[in-house]
């Protein structure tokens, strides 16, 4: 049954116990909060996951309202991974982005059974896109723009890639836009971006683009690498597309592998590996609709290319 | 249910004692083996022992994905400690003592199940008392350096433990604890090391020795009991556990074990060792001591500190758990210290700001 099914006042029941958990990607995650606001965009967010009963629970989460320490009537949310807190604190109002960015670093420093890497990646045509890159790439407004595209998430944050196939698997979660992209995805999909949006965090506003339900759906299919974009966004910047050779595309990978060292020469492997069957471009662009065409463009491409080996 | 009972019944315990049941246990009963385990760092020693097992490929999937990724994390730190062990290697180059692995680099060279998934950051080795000068100008040249650089600091571990300060090397970060005893400070008998070595075999191929099975085995139980901080000391009573089924495989261990830690007047911790593994953790020595439930304060004390803790968030920090480890903190100081300068070392360390610690550190 996924969240929506399940019901707010359900959620809220279980939230509260800390017997409400979510299939998220491989995951599933229980989470447990007594803060109503962070229980309502948690309930927008996570619309079309499926509520686990009585399955494994990969980590435990929780955002609880406390009194900030000297302040008695400030209110904040601490955050808990597996029930220790020493991860982040943040205003009541801010608890959602806090839970998701904890989230995120209790799967970074767990998930070593796959190798990790930081960037986003989707599918199409069963053939998955990386798109490794720092924060300010505008890869997240570009993964939220491909989404609306047809192309399905796996992640704006985490690849997990399988070591014993080098395949993606998805962990399709929430995507964050910051500031003005919140405004023009917004535009181009109302019913895309959740509700709430949240001002002053350490990035600015940062609001949610939600994943559509097929993505949800199909979260345990994944797929091989095909194609890796370093998307390069520069204010009116022209667009360019340059093809990276395979020693760039494994610096790429290497310099954005989250836990390379845990998997050592297999690790090193796998990346090297992936070099050699994708394809690698840095494309430059000023208006995210120039790069979604050039990303669909090379993909068409790489799907002749395929065709033709 | 006493005490012991409430431990022996947590999954944790359970898994370890009944490997075959995490085949056939509930979602909520998985997610808390997991769980426990990841608290006190003994993912990868459990998940190497359901392999041994050979329950792997009958696991629930998320649990076994749980588990590969200790298997995972736990080798790179089995890797890691073997680059650091080759850097200490180069640094007494110019030593011609014996040096002896403890603990889990030992556990580790030599092949052993306790060695297996065990996450470790410290990296101890013994040498003679009167060596140890030489041994610690030798890796203070090769760049380590004294890890606790306060006076204070020193002149605890110099004067009132006698032993030197845990060293950390300048480059990787690894640590380093150079002894002289495996007996802890408190005891009221110096265990002579002279003994130990005397007793103590090559690791073939390698210029370090290991302790016998009974002097490793024993130092793990004085390790458990004694040592500093008993907090986070569960992954020890595993390690215990580990090495007595392992050395079970000799009719004759069990009978020099005893005999061993009689003549080293550590009689009294070996039995509670025995008593906590064979009522928690189902570990049997035969012929090693009668088995039963451990009584007395401290038994209490380290059971409290041995239960595991739930996933909800933690309000409070004095938890029962906190104040048993804090009593046994002071206990295994109390003998070490006249009263008023252990009130004073514990303010100290209570207004103290604490330091980050490395994974697998107690």
């Not at chain 2, 306060?150 to 110099?158: C, T």
Request: proline share 6%; net charge neutral.
């Amino acid at each position: 049954m996924i969240l929506s099914e399940f019901g707010f006042e359900n959620f809220r029941e279980y939230a509260r116990r800390g017997s409400a958990a979510l299939a998220l990607g491989p995951f599933n995650v229980s989470i447990r909060t007594d803060i109503d606001s962070c229980l309502e965009s948690l309930f927008e967010l996570y619309r079309h996951n499926e509520v686990v009963s009585d399955g494994f629970i990969d980590v435990f989460m929780a955002a609880m309202s406390r009194m900030r320490p000297g302040q008695p009537w400030r209110r904040r949310a601490f955050i808990y991974i597996d029930g220790q807190f020493d991860v982040a604190m943040a205003p009541e109002r801010l608890a959602t982005p806090a839970l998701e960015w904890s989230l995120n670093l209790a799967i970074a420093t767990r998930a070593h059974e796959y190798l990790l890497l930081h960037g986003a990646a989707l599918e199409k045509n069963g053939r998955a896109l990386i798109m490794p890159a720092p924060p300010g790439s505008g890869k997240s407004t570009l993964a939220a723009e491909l989404c609306l595209r047809g192309w399905r998430l796996f992640s704006d944050e985490f690849c997990l890639v399988q070591p014993e196939t080098g395949r993606v698997r998805p962990f399709p979660r929430p995507i964050s836009l910051k500031n003005r992209s919140i405004d023009i995805l917004r535009d181009k999909a109302p019913a895309r971006v959740a509700s709430q949006v949240f001002d002053g965090t350490a990035k600015g506003r940062v609001g949610y683009f939600l994943p559509d339900a097929q993505s949800i759906a199909r979260q345990r299919e994944p797929a091989p690498p095909a194609l890796i974009v370093l998307p390069q966004w520069r204010e009116n910047g022209e667009c360019r597309i340059d093809p990276l050779a395979q020693t760039d595309a494994y610096g790429l990978l290497v310099t954005n592998a989250i836990n390379a060292d845990f998997h050592g020469v297999e690790g090193f492997r796998l990346l090297v590996g992936a070099a050699r069957r994708t394809s690698a471009y840095k494309i430059s662009y000023g208006q995210s609709e120039d790069a979604v065409s050039a990303v669909e463009s090379l993909a068409a491409n790489e799907a002749n290319c395929e065709a033709d080996r | 249910m006493t005490g012991a009972e409430k431990i022996r019944a947590e999954p944790l315990f359970r898994a370890w004692r009944a490997p075959e049941t995490v085949v056939t246990a509930d979602g909520m009963t998985l997610s808390l083996v997991a769980y426990q385990a990841r608290a006190a760092a003994l993912g990868g020693k459990l998940a190497h022992r359901l392999k041994r097992a050979g329950l792997f490929d009958q696991l629930e999937p998320g649990f076994r994905r749980r588990m590969e990724a200790e298997i995972v994390a736990a080798a790179r730190i089995a890797d890691i400690a073997k680059y650091e062990l080759r850097l200490i290697e180069a640094a007494l180059a110019g030593f011609e003592g014996e040096v002896l692995l403890l603990k889990g680099a030992a556990y580790q060279n030599a092949g052993l199940r306790a060695g297996e998934g065990r996450l470790f950051g410290d990296i101890d080795i013994l040498v003679s008392r009167s060596r140890l000068q030489d041994v610690e100008k030798a890796v203070i040249e090769a760049g380590w350096r004294f890890a606790k650089s306060n006076p204070y600091d020193d002149k605890y571990y110099r004067e009132f433990m006698h032993e030197l300060p845990p060293l950390e090397h300048g480059e990787t970060g690894g640590h380093l604890d150079i002894h002289h005893t495996i007996s802890p400070p408190t005891s009221r008998v110096r265990i002579d090391a002279e003994k130990l070595i005397a007793d103590s075999a090559p690791l073939k191929g390698a210029r370090w020795r290991l302790l016998s099975p009974e002097d490793m085995t024993i130092h793990a139980a004085l390790h458990l009991f004694h040592d500093g901080p008993v907090a986070g000391h569960l992954r020890e009573l595993f390690d215990f556990a580990d090495l007595i089924e392992e050395f079970r495989a000799s009719p004759e261990f069990g009978p020099k074990l005893r005999a061993r830690a009689e003549m080293l007047d550590a009689g009294a911790i070996l039995d509670l060792a025995l008593r906590m593994a064979n009522e928690l953790l189902g570990a049997r020595s035969d012929g090693a001591a009668p088995e039963g439930p451990a009584r007395g304060m401290t038994a209490v004390l380290i059971r409290q500190v041995f239960r595991p803790p739930k996933p909800a968030p933690r309000r409070f920090p004095g938890t029962g758990r906190d104040i048993a480890a804090f009593l046994l903190y002071v206990r295994s100081h109390w003998r070490r210290m006249p009263p008023l300068m252990l009130g004073l070392h514990l303010l100290r360390k209570l207004f103290r700001r604490a330091t980050p610690s490395r994974p697998g550190e107690t």
